[in-house]
T-cell receptor, first 112, second 114 residues
Framework: GENVEQHPSTLSVQEGDSAVIKCTYSDSASNYFPWYKQELGKRPQLIIDIRSNVGEKKDQRIAVTLNKTAKHFSLHITETQPEDSAVYFC???????????FGKGTKLSVKP | NAGVTQTPKFRVLKTGQSMTLLCAQDMNHEYMYWYRQDPGMGLRLIHYSVGEGTTAKGEVPDGYNVSRLKKQNFLLGLESAAPSQTSVYFCASNTGTGLNQPQHFGDGTRLSIL
């Protein structure tokens, strides 16, 4: 079945710097890759997603890239702000399993 | 539009007790899911449903049962609670155009088993 590895588990950056979180997946049949942001004590919220027919997608300061050959995808946050501090989860839709498989999360801290 | 609503928000149980967690969505979504979230483990799928009257096992189904008698509701049951089931439980839903659609999450239920 699908397996999703996420790195790093913690990331600390200065306000204004960029942050990059990387995920790899194992099932080549996976075709949908969402990213969720979860603030402390809150629900996970979708911030961006990408499908396997697209290599890159941007939404203001957030971008996601997908490399199907290498089976990895990354979240890029530019000009980070303190309110970006949260836990970020990547996920892959396990085509052969029929459900989302989540990475274990990255705790991002943005220092003012 | 309330989205996905979970009740209760918090609950403490004793080992061996039973309870049911309720998830309700008002978005007319076909698909509904129950996840558990443990520290350092991310979100793991317990059971899911692709429509009224249907259920399927996820990654960690043991010790849980579910029912989808109405399209808008998805119930998660613990028949005999165990300390290992202490966790935060999230319900999610998405549209019927495919499983690979954005999932909308509820606020979660924090469950402690003593």
């Amino acid at each position: 079945g699908e397996n999703v590895e996420q790195h790093p588990s913690t990331l600390s950056v200065q306000e204004g710097d960029s942050a990059v979180i990387k995920c790899t997946y194992s099932d080549s049949a996976s075709n949908y890759f969402p990213w969720y942001k979860q603030e402390l004590g809150k629900r996970p919220q979708l911030i961006i997603d990408i499908r396997s027919n697209v290599g890159e997608k941007k939404d203001q300061r957030i971008a996601v890239t997908l490399n199907k050959t290498a089976k990895h995808f990354s979240l890029h946050i530019t000009e980070t702000q303190p309110e970006d501090s949260a836990v970020y989860f990547c996920a892959a839709f396990g085509g052969s399993q029929g459900n989302l498989i989540f990475g274990k999360g990255t705790k991002l801290s943005v220092k003012p | 539009n309330a989205g996905v609503t979970q009740t209760p928000k918090f609950r403490v149980l004793k080992t061996g007790q039973s309870m049911t967690l309720l998830c309700a969505q008002d978005m007319n979504h076909e698909y509904m899911y129950w996840y558990r979230q443990d520290p350092g483990m991310g979100l793991r799928l317990i059971h899911y449903s692709v429509g009224e009257g249907t259920t399927a096992k996820g990654e960690v189904p043991d010790g849980y049962n579910v029912s989808r008698l109405k399209k808008q509701n998805f119930l998660l049951g613990l028949e005999s609670a165990a300390p290992s089931q202490t966790s935060v439980y999230f319900c999610a839903s998405n549209t019927g155009t495919g499983l690979n659609q954005p999932q909308h999450f509820g606020d979660g239920t924090r469950l402690s088993i003593l």
